[in-house]
């Protein structure tokens, strides 16, 4: 079998595809919709003709994908595979409810951030509009291809607006080593009024573009590499939600809300998901405030701090805990315990 990736021919079995193992750097970050994606390579499929296998892992669960579809440039197929992904995905009003619930919770808690993140299925004007009554001084999101812009008094598609930016419109920046080309284009939206669109094509190796997409933010002053930079910050979420999920037991409770579980009071739902985000806080905290642990992953944080080996005395009041030699010389404590000796 011919090694999949980057490869004229791919051939093989569906099996072996889904069962390999890539380096991190060969996989694509679909922010939008918490997967990731590689190109496995091209092939032919009787009936069909010349094709084009895409990988998709589930980054919360790690369940793997193999998409078959026509031949295309990198960039187009991630933007079939994300189409298809939110296009599976459950779709009601209630999200929208929940999340402005949330966005509530969070003023009255006293958070004052002036920017909301969000993923495409949240593009709904009226639920826009609603956020940014709340507070916030601007909302960043990809923006849809079906939802014309004014431009040059015309009504107009992403497809024919980028069709109208020259290459030399385009700037490159660098973000955490992501090599990246932003152009923009002031346009009207039909209730939202004047907005910016950030075309954005992501590069790889020799300049070739391996992802594009089109970020909407309602603020047109609000700068291009920060919208950019913000849209990115998703991806962390993503990320912490499979640290949960995989580390801290949050995958052991299915609801909706509060009280959709007939076999849990809303208490216990509250109390395992506040323990499971306790859990994980422990160990990011852990990592920040130890300095030996800094680079490390917060699983391997969590096995060497948390699974260690220690000693329990117990005094007239407090429990000692008592790490090895071995431990504190090649660890050491995280600034907030106090060490005595």
């Known amino acids: 079998m011919a090694r999949p990736h980057r490869t004229t021919t791919a051939r ?11 380096a991190t750097l ?12 590689l190109r496995v390579g091209q092939s032919t499929l009787e009936g069909l003709g010349q094709i084009a296998l895409v990988l998709v892992e589930d980054l ?14 990198d960039a187009d197929l991630w933007q079939r595979v994300e189409l298809a992904l939110s ?8 999200r929208l409810t929940m999340m402005l619930d949330l966005l509530q919770r969070t003023r009255r808690a006293g958070v004052v951030a002036e920017t909301a993140v969000f993923d495409r299925w949240f593009y709904v004007t009226g639920f826009l509009r609603q956020v940014l009554a709340l507070g916030f001084a601007r909302v960043i999101l990809k ?19 980028e069709r109208q930016i020259p290459a030399k419109r385009y700037r490159t920046k660098t973000h955490h080593g992501q090599r990246v080309k932003l152009a923009t284009l002031h346009v009207r939206h039909g209730e939202l009024g004047c907005v910016k669109l950030v075309f954005v094509k992501e590069l790889g190796a020799h300049n070739r573009i391996v992802q594009k997409y089109v970020l909407m933010r309602s603020d047109p002053r609000f ?9 990115k910050l998703r991806w962390k ?3 912490g939600y499979r640290e949960l999920r995989q580390q801290h037991g949050f995958a052991e409770y299915h609801a909706r809300n509060f009280n959709a579980n007939p076999s849990a009071s809303s208490g216990q739902a509250f109390g395992h998901i506040a323990l499971s985000f306790l859990s994980y806080l ?12 800094r680079r490390k992953t917060l699983g391997q944080v969590k096995r060497l701090v948390f699974d260690a080996l220690v000693e329990l005395e117990r005094f007239a009041d407090p429990i000692r805990v008592k790490f090895s030699a071995v431990f504190l010389r090649e660890v050491g404590l995280p600034l907030y315990c106090a060490r005595n000796l």
């Open 12 to 22: 093989g079995t569906a099996h072996d595809w889904l069962t390999r193992h890539y």
């Open 26 to 37: 060969e996989w694509v970050e679909l922010t939008d919709v918490g997967h990731r994606a």
């Open 60 to 73: 919360a669960t790690q369940e793997r994908t193999l998409f078959v579809t026509r031949p295309a440039p």
């Open 87 to 94: 296009q599976s995905s459950e779709t009601d009003s209630a």
């Open 143 to 161: 923006a849809k291809r079906n939802i014309p812009y004014g431009y040059h008094g015309k009504q107009q598609t992403i497809e024919q607006l």
């Open 223 to 231: 700068p291009t590499d920060k919208v950019y930079r913000a849209h």
């Open 237 to 239: 979420i993503e990320v």
């Open 282 to 293: 422990c160990v990011v905290v852990t990592r920040l405030m130890t300095p030996s642990l």
